[in-house]
Nanobody
Framework: VQLVESGGGLVQAGGSLRLSCAAS????????MGWYRQAPGKQRELVAA????????HYADSVKGRFTISRDNTKNTMYLQMNSLKPEDTAVYYC?????????????WGQGAQVTVSS
């Protein structure tokens, strides 16, 4: 299983970025997905999550109203649209995906994408 993130970069405060996470290499069912982030010296935290069909979404309080999580199951890809970015959003953003076989659930992580917001 491979999760490949793209779309990170450097942006000024108030700007926007869109992260993508493409899942490949698994014959198991792709279940819930989420975005996490980790800033230097801080613990990894959940930013947003989305259920398998996309009907339910969860956001951290710090990003509500600014970030939007979505997914395209035809492409096994998840997105994070980040608007009104703030310097405190600077972090490495990680994609997470759960895959289900008949008997087990597998937890997979991407390699991380750096997002830097300058003031």
């Amino acid at each position: 299983v491979q999760l490949v993130e793209s779309g990170g970069g450097l942006v000024q405060a108030g700007g926007s970025l869109r992260l993508s996470c493409a899942a490949s290499g698994s014959t198991f069912r792709l279940n819930a997905m989420g975005w996490y982030r980790q800033a230097p010296g801080k613990q990894r935290e959940l930013v947003a999550a989305i259920t398998s069909g996309g009907a339910s979404r969860h956001y951290a309080d710090s990003v509500k109203g600014r970030f939007t999580i979505s997914r395209d199951n035809t492409k096994n890809t998840m997105y994070l649209q980040m608007n009104s970015l703030k310097p405190e959003d600077t972090a490495v953003y990680y994609c997470n995906a759960l895959f289900d076989s008949d008997d087990f659930r597998y937890d997979n992580w991407g390699q991380g994408a750096q997002v830097t917001v300058s003031s």
